[in-house]
């Protein structure tokens, strides 16, 4: 190997570092943003992966559901909802993945949450509209 290729190697490998960190610096900022947003929400936010398991819970959900994000995270989605709704949205789900085609996942629909569940200081149409918030499917 020469001395140039030598030096333009190690010119790149320096290169690949340094870019690397401002990725690694850009990735943390992201994710320190999205926590912030995360965390202030005043929407409860539930998130799922594919099936169904919940992987992310914001503190506006843990208040709204009555349960901690470690006692959500981890379970089905499900269990926040009512029948037939519970019942029904692992085929649901599967359904969407397999075909992509919007009919109850990925259309935007409001479901009911379970009521035993919810925090109880809650009343009348404020209760409804922040369960039903909660629980959309995207």
């Not at 900022?29 to 005043?42: G, I, P, R």
């Not at 709704?85 to 085609?101: I, K, Q």
Request: net charge negative; charged share 20%.
């Amino acid at each position: 190997m020469t001395d140039a290729t030598s030096a333009l190697n190690a010119l790149q490998a320096s290169d690949s570092h340094a870019a690397r960190g401002r990725l690694q610096e850009a990735l943390a900022t992201s994710e320190a943003h999205m926590h912030a947003l995360l965390e202030a929400a005043v929407d409860g936010i539930v998130s799922i992966d594919e099936q169904g398991i919940i992987q992310l819970v914001n503190p506006a959900a843990e208040r709204l559901f009555g349960y901690s994000a470690q006692e959500l995270i981890g379970q089905n989605i499900s269990l926040l909802m009512p029948s037939p709704y519970r019942e029904d949205h692992d085929r649901y789900l599967a359904r969407y993945l397999a075909t992509g085609e919007k009919k109850i996942i990925g259309i935007g629909r409001e479901v009911m949450g379970l009521w035993s569940y919810l925090p109880k200081p809650f009343s009348g149409r404020d209760l409804l509209d922040a369960v039903n918030r909660a629980l959309r499917c995207h």
